[in-house]
């Protein structure tokens, strides 16, 4: 079975610009979770969609949105951009014992 | 408040040596208990899970010890390699309903000398 995958892999954005990420879990795996990953605060978790509907949410600003397409799909959208929210952004698709199957992730930066 | 800590320093161990990695956790109460390897610029590799009814599991040079009463858990690499060095993490799965809920520790870097 093919991996997760994440698009894109780098993107460079300014302050205020919005930005979508995109991320294609394991085939049959309908549970999507994202998280944000930096130096200081670790593996922050994001959200989780299952089924297009969001399950669980972290302590994170509604600047942060996720949706999740019919066929397991998921992008998420960061607006109004901080030069806080560089991090790496990863998307995992969840097993049947809440493994976490990881993809590459985002390298966000904010200038 | 609630926490999980993992050692916040990285541990340098000789090739060879059998490496030891903490996860400790305060006011939670996991249904089990997952660890994680990750390397620079990629995301975290899930490993093994342990159930919280389970002392002890074991995969390859891999071994997981889980005590809900110290409310810890100790990841073990025997005969260690360079090739095991990154960063390892260790994760709660919380029962919350109709779902889990995971929470990472931030952490540990191991490094294993030639």
């Known amino acids: 079975k093919a991996g997760v995958t994440q698009t894109p892999r780098y993107l460079i954005k300014t302050r205020g610009q919005q930005v979508t990420l995109s991320c294609s879990p394991i085939s049959g795996h309908r549970s999507v979770s994202w998280y944000q990953q930096t130096p200081g605060q670790g593996l922050q978790f994001l959200f989780e969609y299952f089924s297009e509907t969001q399950r669980n949410k972290g302590n994170f600003p509604g600047r942060f949105s996720g949706r999740q397409f019919s066929n397991s799909r998921s992008e998420m959208n960061v607006s109004t951009l901080e030069l806080g929210d560089s991090a790496l952004y990863l998307c995992?698709?969840?097993?049947?014992?809440?493994?976490?199957?990881f993809g590459p992730g985002t390298r966000l930066t904010v200038l | 408040s609630q926490k999980i800590e993992q050692n916040s320093e990285a541990l340098n161990i000789q090739e060879g040596k059998t490496a030891t990695l903490t996860c400790n956790y305060t006011?939670?109460?996991?249904?089990?208990l997952q660890w994680y390897r990750q390397d620079p610029g990629r995301g975290p590799v899930f490993l093994l899970l342990?159930?919280?009814?389970?002392k002890e599991k074991r995969k390859e040079r891999l071994k997981v010890t889980f005590d809900t009463t110290l409310k810890q858990s100790l990841f073990h690499i025997t005969a260690s390699q360079p090739a095991d060095s990154a960063t390892y993490l260790c994760?709660?799965?919380?029962?919350?309903?109709?779902?889990?809920?995971?929470?990472f520790g931030t952490g540990t870097l191991l490094a294993v000398q030639p």
């Open positions: 995992a698709s969840s097993g049947r014992l809440a493994e976490q199957f």
């Open positions: 006011n939670y109460s996991p249904a089990y």
């Open positions: 342990i159930r919280e009814n389970e």
């Open positions: 994760a709660l799965v919380l029962r919350g309903g109709a779902t889990n809920k995971l929470i």
